[in-house]
């Protein structure tokens, strides 16, 4: 059973241009529950690189709110274009669950073949280690670390404004208005 107010980080990056951007923002929320915004943390990655886990490893483990954290959700597998976190690694350093969140099914087999085409095919590997794709609710999730009960139970808790969590949703409209100067579009 998940408390209500567990303590949950919620993770999204900011928008960029994919020509002129070596590097963008990423805002963790830390929320009780779905309710209270009780801090913000940020790091930056590489646009298309591969050093998002390691960022966001660290941005945690330095962070004050580690010893309550309960749960990390991630808009999607991947920040700044396909710097593809791995979800597992992210899991098993920082040993807190991990839920990645998306609106849609990915088109899995388009995005592995763009990856083969970038000559990233290592990334293919963190999106197949990433596991299963479920459904749930009105979105999908892939987990590290806990069960699709408990994944199931944090969503419900924490989707009070919309479909996606509100630390997803608030670390959105964060990064957006810091990166465009006022948030635009949809979590």
Request: glycine share 8%; with cysteine; aromatic share 4%.
């Amino acid at each position: 059973m998940v408390k209500r107010e567990a303590r949950i980080l919620g993770i999204d990056d900011s928008p960029f241009d994919k020509f002129r951007d070596k590097r963008t923002l990423i805002i963790g929320t830390f929320f009780r529950g779905g309710s209270s915004l009780d801090g913000v943390m940020t790091t930056t990655t590489a646009v298309d690189g591969s050093d998002a886990t390691a960022k966001i490893i660290t941005m945690i483990k330095k962070s004050k709110f580690l010893p309550q954290l309960q749960a990390i959700m991630l808009k999607g597998i991947a920040v700044g274009g396909f710097n593809v976190v791995d979800i597992r690694r992210l899991n098993k350093e920082t040993e807190i669950p991990v839920v990645v969140v998306m609106r849609d099914y990915p088109e899995l087999e388009k995005i592995k073949s763009t990856l083969a085409r970038l000559g990233m095919k290592n990334k293919i590997r963190l999106i197949e280690k990433a596991g299963k794709i479920h459904k749930a609710g009105k979105v999908f999730i892939q987990l590290a670390g806990c069960s699709l009960e408990n994944a199931k139970e944090l969503l419900k808790i924490s989707c009070t404004r919309s479909h996606i969590p509100e630390p997803i949703r608030t670390a959105h409209l964060i990064a957006a208005g810091i990166k465009l100067g006022e948030s635009k579009g949809k979590a």
